[in-house]
Every structure is written in C-alpha cells, then in structure tokens.
C-alpha cells in the first residue's frame, strides 16, 4: 500500500504537493478533477474540427441552391461548358475575364483583370451585390444577389469547385511562371 503513494504522485504532477498534506483521497480527488477537464479538452478538440467540415456542408448545400439563380447563363461542375456566361470551374483564385475554354469575355472584363482584378471571397462577394456597379460595362445582366448570406453561401459553393484555390495566396493568375 505505501507503494502506491510515489506512483500516484508521480503522475499526479505539479498538483501532487497540496495532496500530500491532504493526503490520498483528496489527491485522488484532485487528480480526477484534472483529468476529466483534460479529457474534456481533448474531446473538444476532436469535436470542433468536426462540427467547422459540417458547418462548410451545410454552407455549401445553400451555396447549391442558391446557384439556381446562376443556372440560367452559367453551368459548374463536372462537364460544364459556357452558356450565356462562361462555366465557374475553378474561377477562385483565378484572374477576371480569361480563360474558361476562351469564353468570349466583355472586353470591360478583360480590362479588369489585366488591371488586377482577381477572383476572392472579397472581390466576387462585391461582385455578385452589383455586378454593373463593380465591372461597369460587363456583360452579366444579373442584378446582383442582395442579401450578404446568399453571396457567401454561394460563394462556398463555387469555391468548392476550384480545388487549387489558396485564400492565403490569391495568385494574380496572369499565366505567367
Ligand atoms: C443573365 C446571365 C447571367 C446570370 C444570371 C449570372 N451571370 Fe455571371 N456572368 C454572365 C456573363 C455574360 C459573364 C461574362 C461577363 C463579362 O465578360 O463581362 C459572367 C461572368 C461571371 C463571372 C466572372 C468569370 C470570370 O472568369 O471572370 C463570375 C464569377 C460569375 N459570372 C458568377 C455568377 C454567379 C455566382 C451568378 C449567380 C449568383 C451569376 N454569375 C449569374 C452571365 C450571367
């Protein structure tokens, strides 16, 4: 029996010194006591990740239907071509007005890009709440997504189809090496 009592101090650690005047039981106590809050965190640290993935889910589905209102001109995803609008396929990240199988672009859009303007969540959230009053002169004849909710969760969905797109990074996607 007087074995056991290094061995709990021992991995009782810094708090082992109050319990040596309280002796075992509230040693053991205090020992339960730190290890359910240790435990408690770690379970939490699993679970925040886990709920963050579901919360993006989640954005992402609204994201989808939302894009309905997009459908008319503009197809993403697996086999999109352009349409009335060029397809979104990895758009994020990506330098206004080129590429997208050479989609035909407003030459107000070609202008914007080759002025540095880069698809973001920052730059296309502006966009998309008025597009005529952001690319003056662009041939999308939408007049914008008001509500900030609708822009983000479409947003989510469009960028969770440019798999190469960094946030931290936003490369001016000029082609250049
Ligand atoms: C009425 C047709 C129409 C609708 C609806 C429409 N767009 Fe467009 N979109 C266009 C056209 C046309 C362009 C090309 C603009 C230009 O060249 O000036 C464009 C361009 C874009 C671009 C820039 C692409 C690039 O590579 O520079 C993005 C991003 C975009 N649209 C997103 C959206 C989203 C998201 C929605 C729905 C919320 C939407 N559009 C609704 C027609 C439309």
């Known amino acids: 029996m007087t074995h056991s009592v290094p ?3 021992a991995a009782a650690g810094p708090w082992a010194e109050q319990t040596i005047r309280g002796g075992i039981v509230s040693q053991h106590l205090a020992f339960r006591g730190k290890a359910t809050r240790r435990l ?23 994201g989808e239907t ?46 914007a890009g080759e002025n540095g303007l880069v698809w973001t969540e920052e730059t296309l959230d502006a966009y998309l ?10 041939k999308m004849t939408f007049a914008g997504l008001r509500r900030e909710e609708d822009r983000t969760a479409v947003i989510a969905y469009i960028a969770s189809f440019s798999p ?11 082609g250049s090496e």
């Open 164 to 174: 190469d797109y960094d946030p931290a990074a936003t490369g001016d996607g000029d």
């Open 40 to 62: 408690t965190a770690i379970a939490l640290a699993g679970l925040i990740p886990g709920l963050l993935a579901a919360q993006d889910q989640a954005l992402i589905d609204e």
């Open 66 to 111: 939302m894009f309905r209102r997009c459908m008319s001109c503009h197809m993403i995803g697996d086999g999109a071509t352009n349409r009335v609008g060029p397809e979104l396929n990895n758009v994020m990240g990506e330098q206004a007005g080129q590429g997208h199988e050479d989609y035909d672009f407003s030459d107000a859009m070609i202008e």
């Open 129 to 138: 709440e008025n597009p005529r009053d952001y690319v003056p002169g662009t």
């Open 7 to 9: 061995a709990r101090r």
